[in-house]
Each structure stands twice: as C-alpha cells, then as structure tokens.
C-alpha cells in the first residue's frame, strides 16, 4: 500500500464522512454526521487491540467526550460519527500500511470495531484513530505468526477480577513494562454492585446496575483508569467473562436473585453483553443477538502455541448443592464442550493453554477425611470436568495447561484423571491468577490457602497477594511467574517475583523453580 503520512490522514475525515453516510444506513436509525466537529476530546477511554490473527488484529476505541453522562451515551449525540484510523510500521507513522474509517453509531454506543486485514504475521504494528480535529492515543499490537510457523517463544500473561473501589490498578502499569505478545483477560472486568469503598473510586452509576446505561457509564468509569488504559494500549488481549459483568453467580439464565424472572434476567444479560461488546476488541462474529453472544474461540500462535478462550457462564447449569454429582450437568454446554476436545485433538500445537474463569482442580477444605468443595466453579460440575479430564487422555492431548482467574488468589495444581487417587495419571497444570484488585491487599497465606494445601496434596503452591501472571512458552518448556504487588489500597506499590514455575515439554506436572 501506499505510504499514507500524517497531514493526508488528517484531511481524510470529509473525504470518507461524505461517502459513508449510504454505507452506515442500513445498520443504523440515525442520520449520519459527515463532518464531526466535536468541542471535547472523544478517546477518553484510549484505545485497544485484539484476537491477534496472522494477517490481522482488531482495533478498538469508544467515542465518549463525557464517558459518565447519565444517559450512558457518552456525551455523544445520535448521529452516525466516521471515525478515521490509520496502522503503521512505527510510531511515527512514517510508513502507514493500512488506513480506512468506520462508523461509530449510537445503536452500539459509538464503539469502534476495525478487523484489520493485510498484516504481515508476527509484526509489531502502531495505530490510531480520528474524529475531526481529535487524535487518539496511539497504541501498539503484534499479529500472529503464520499458521504453522515455526514460532520459538511466546510470552504473554492473564489476569482477572479488577474491582475499581477495592484499589488500584497498579499491577496494569508494571504489566505494562512487560514484552508480551498477547494478554488474556480470565473475567470480572467490571463489579455490578453498588460499592463505594474508601479510596475516592466509587462506583458509578451508585446502585446496582440493571440497565444499558448503567452498563455503559460502569464499563465507562472503568476504562478511564489510565493504567488500564496502558496496557490495553501496549498489547492484543483476548478477553472472556465469568459473573460480574452481569451479576454475581449467575448460570445461563438464572439468576442468583430469586424475584428476577428468567424473561427479566435475559433482558438484563443482553444490556451487560452489549455493553461488554462495546467495550473490548472483540470481532463483529461476537456482536450478542439479544442475550445471546458467541465468546467461546480459539487463537494459535504457529507450532508453539493454542489458546482455547472458554465461556463457562452463559451456556453451564445452575449452582444447585443437591445436584453437584448429577451426571447431566454441564459447565460449558454440550456445543462448546464438543467444539473444546475436537479442537484439543486436532491441535498440531506444543502447547494447549486453556482460558478458563474458575478453578478446575478439586479444592477441597476439609483436611479430615470429608469434602468442602464449592458449587460455583469446576468442583460443583464434577461430572462435567471428569468428561473433559477423560476426553483429553483418550484423544492423547499433550502439554495442557489451564490458566484461571476468579478466585482472588494464586495457586498451582496438577490435574489428576482421579483426585481421589493421586497415582492416576496427571492430565495437565492448572495456574491460578490472583485479582488486580478484587480482596484489597491481600496476603502470602490465609486460612483457604492453608486449608487448600492441607487438603489437596494435587496443589503446590498458593498466594493472596494482587498481581498478574507472565509466562513464557518454548518448545521445551513453559515458565510461568507469579507477579505480585504488596498493596493495592494505596498507589505506587513496586512488583516482585513471589514463585516460579516450569512444566516440561511431553511431562505433566508443575515443578517449582527455586533458581
């Protein structure tokens, strides 16, 4: 493509508005505004980069010069706004490779969604967007490598559960300085309840959230975090939710409030899930159809590397404790948990990394010779994980690794085919992420942490601090880091290496690396 330089890509807004009203027309009830001429800053909630394929990566912005206003639009008027965007080779945009605009429409919140294509595999690529006279901030993201490419290392780290009254977002800024190729978000980007906490961050809206509006200004309000914004801004995510972008607990259309009819909470899921849409780089295949919205995908990295992004809310059987030995529940739906093995099997990838929201390995809290297992993750659908566990060795699935958020801690665990029998056979490694946030400060143990280990001789290791997790893939091994913060409830705080751990290429199990 041709070089595009920036006092052209500043004279494209007429020349594009003026042809793209037609275009936009069909999707959307709202007349069309050919030249934005907007008085305050619209990317008041930076930008972002996404679901990294070899030729291409999603690009992301919202526009909202008043990202709290009480009618959840953002300061924005009802008109279809052309947005401009440009990538480049360099962060001056010396060289641009692809440049084009799209239309930010009132019906999805003026988000911007861009599937960039024509990308050169495994590249660093700079963009930007424009709206009249206002420049985003420029962000940074890195495709995939070709499809079966000989990749020799991948970095990336997860993270989960950002509770913005509970504290700061620290642990993003250092996650920020990291080299990373792809960040996974695990779920709980937003909280739904009313807290205000302590630290001057409240809540906005100040209530629960039920409404579209109160959906938008919450995710909102989370996005101007500048350190958040940081780190969207240096690298590709792929996201996943668990419960509280909706509502604490839920499962498929139940509520956990008993006076929410299922009819009523559908109409509050497909507010969350649109205005989760709105909010993260996700790619038009994943615009919800009511309160329905296909998250569930798959990312590969050449020979090296499998993501496999699960959704374990929208399609799993309600939390019922009298029910948790049924053989007919489900965690991920009969679909998705067909589309996850036949996609294990099939892989040609060294490693399988699962992108899970909570824990998968039996954590038992009784050291005695009863069970304490909790309903709400893998250990309240047993029969659900052990379909999973036994599919995996008959389909001769290597180097599984499954990567957790949710529980507000760190852990480790080999998975066994049999909990119950340590000698069965390890079918994978479960590393459980800490929250950024959600818990407050936190500690080295607390008493769940001592009873997990009493109880679950599977587990090795476990932390309550906040921080966020790198790891490093190779064909010969996989590294991971458990990156910690010492608080939360005050900015500034440093981040240190708490443990380290190795799983081998071709042996199951997680061993500690004391180096």
């Given at each position: 493509?041709?070089?595009?330089?920036?006092?052209?890509?500043?004279?494209?807004?007429?020349?594009?508005?003026?042809?793209?009203?037609?275009?936009?027309?069909?999707?959307?009830?709202?007349?069309?505004?050919?030249?934005?001429?907007?008085?305050?800053?619209p990317?008041?909630?930076?930008?972002?980069?996404?679901?990294?394929?070899?030729?291409?990566?999603?690009?992301?912005?919202r526009?909202?010069?008043?990202?709290?206003?009480?009618?959840?639009?953002?300061g924005m008027?009802?008109?279809?706004?052309?947005?401009?965007?440009?990538?480049?080779?360099?962060?001056?945009?010396?060289?641009?490779?692809?440049?084009?605009?799209?239309?930010?429409?009132?019906?999805?919140?003026?988000?911007?969604?861009?599937?960039?294509t024509?990308?050169?595999?495994?590249?660093?690529?700079?963009?930007?967007?424009?709206?009249?006279?206002?420049?985003?901030?420029?962000?940074?993201?890195?495709?995939?490598?070709?499809?079966?490419?000989?990749?020799?290392?991948?970095?990336?780290?997860?993270?989960?559960?950002?509770?913005?009254?509970?504290?700061?977002?620290?642990?993003?800024?250092?996650?920020?300085?990291?080299?990373?190729?792809?960040?996974?978000?695990?779920?709980?980007?937003?909280?739904e309840?009313?807290?205000?906490?302590?630290?001057?961050?409240?809540?906005?809206?100040?209530?629960?959230?039920?409404?579209?509006?109160?959906?938008?200004?919450?995710?909102?309000?989370?996005?101007?975090?500048?350190?958040?914004?940081?780190?969207?801004?240096?690298?590709?995510?792929?996201?996943?939710?668990?419960?509280?972008?909706?509502?604490?607990?839920?499962?498929?259309?139940?509520?956990?409030?008993?006076?929410?009819?299922?009819?009523?909470?559908?109409?509050?899921?497909?507010?969350?899930?649109?205005?989760?849409?709105?909010?993260?780089?996700?790619?038009?295949?994943?615009?919800?159809?009511?309160?329905?919205m296909?998250?569930?995908?798959?990312?590969?990295?050449?020979?090296?590397?499998?993501?496999?992004?699960?959704?374990?809310?929208?399609?799993?059987?309600?939390?019922?404790?009298?029910?948790?030995?049924?053989?007919?529940?489900?965690?991920?739906?009969?679909?998705?948990?067909?589309?996850?093995?036949?996609?294990?099997?099939?892989?040609?990838?060294?490693?399988?990394?699962?992108?899970?929201?909570?824990?998968?390995?039996?954590?038992?809290?009784?050291?005695?010779?009863?069970?304490?297992?909790?309903?709400?993750?893998?250990?309240?659908?047993?029969?659900a994980?052990?379909?999973?566990?036994?599919?995996?060795?008959?389909?001769?699935?290597?180097n599984?690794?499954?990567?957790?958020?949710?529980?507000?801690?760190?852990?480790?665990?080999?998975?066994?085919?049999?909990?119950?029998?340590?000698?069965?056979?390890?079918?994978?490694?479960?590393?459980?992420g800490?929250?950024?946030?959600?818990?407050?400060?936190?500690?080295?143990?607390?008493?769940?942490?001592?009873?997990?280990?009493?109880?679950?001789?599977?587990?090795?290791?476990?932390?309550?601090?906040?921080?966020?997790?790198?790891?490093?893939?190779?064909?010969?091994?996989?590294?991971?880091?458990?990156?910690?913060?010492?608080?939360?409830?005050?900015?500034?705080?440093?981040?240190?290496?708490?443990?380290?751990?190795?799983?081998?290429?071709?042996?199951?199990?997680?061993?500690?690396?004391?180096?």
């Amino acid at each position: 493509m041709a070089r595009l330089h920036r006092r052209t890509f500043l004279g494209l807004t007429g020349a594009a508005g003026a042809g793209a009203a037609a275009a936009v027309a069909g999707f959307s009830a709202a007349p069309a505004w050919a030249d934005p001429r907007l008085a305050d800053n619209p990317f008041t909630l930076g930008v972002a980069s996404g679901d990294p394929l070899p030729d291409g990566v999603v690009l992301w912005t919202r526009l909202a010069p008043d990202p709290v206003a009480v009618d959840g639009l953002g300061g924005m008027p009802r008109r279809v706004v052309p947005v401009n965007w440009q990538v480049a080779e360099d962060e001056r945009f010396h060289n641009v490779v692809r440049a084009g605009a799209e239309h930010a429409t009132p019906e999805l919140g003026h988000s911007v969604h861009v599937e960039v294509t024509g990308l050169r595999p495994g590249r660093e690529y700079y963009y930007r967007f424009r709206v009249g006279k206002h420049l985003s901030p420029i962000g940074r993201t890195r495709t995939a490598p070709a499809y079966g490419a000989d990749r020799r290392q991948l970095a990336f780290a997860f993270v989960s559960c950002q509770n913005l009254p509970t504290g700061h977002f620290t642990a993003y800024r250092h996650l920020a300085d990291e080299d990373l190729d792809l960040v996974l978000h695990l779920g709980d980007y937003i909280y739904e309840g009313p807290a205000a906490g302590t630290l001057g961050r409240p809540h906005l809206p100040a209530a629960e959230i039920f409404s579209l509006a109160d959906y938008r200004i919450r995710h909102a309000q989370y996005k101007t975090d500048p350190d958040l914004q940081l780190a969207h801004a240096r690298f590709p995510w792929a996201v996943t939710w668990d419960d509280h972008e909706v509502e604490n607990n839920y499962a498929g259309d139940v509520s956990e409030d008993p006076t929410q009819s299922p009819e009523s909470f559908r109409q509050r899921r497909a507010f969350a899930y649109q205005a989760y849409y709105e909010h993260l780089p996700l790619r038009r295949a994943n615009i919800p159809q009511g309160s329905d919205m296909r998250l569930y995908r798959r990312l590969t990295y050449g020979n090296l590397a499998q993501f496999n992004i699960l959704d374990g809310r929208q399609y799993r059987s309600d939390q019922v404790p009298a029910e948790m030995d049924d053989p007919s529940r489900t965690m991920l739906g009969a679909t998705q948990e067909k589309w996850l093995l036949d996609g294990l099997s099939a892989s040609t990838a060294r490693w399988n990394v699962l992108g899970n929201q909570t824990v998968i390995a039996q954590a038992d809290r009784d050291p005695g010779p009863g069970k304490k297992l909790p309903d709400d993750n893998w250990n309240g659908y047993a029969a659900a994980r052990q379909r999973l566990f036994d599919g995996v060795v008959e389909r001769g699935v290597r180097n599984m690794v499954v990567v957790t958020g949710d529980a507000h801690c760190s852990m480790v665990a080999d998975l066994k085919q049999n909990f119950d029998d340590q000698s069965s056979r390890t079918v994978g490694v479960e590393f459980l992420g800490t929250s950024i946030t959600s818990g407050g400060d936190g500690s080295d143990m607390d008493t769940r942490g001592t009873e997990w280990l009493a109880s679950n001789p599977h587990m090795k290791f476990y932390n309550a601090r906040r921080g966020y997790v790198r790891c490093l893939l190779t064909h010969d091994q996989m590294r991971t880091d458990y990156r910690i913060v010492p608080f939360v409830t005050q900015s500034g705080a440093p981040v240190s290496t708490r443990a380290s751990f190795v799983v081998e290429n071709g042996r199951p199990g997680a061993q500690a690396d004391t180096a």
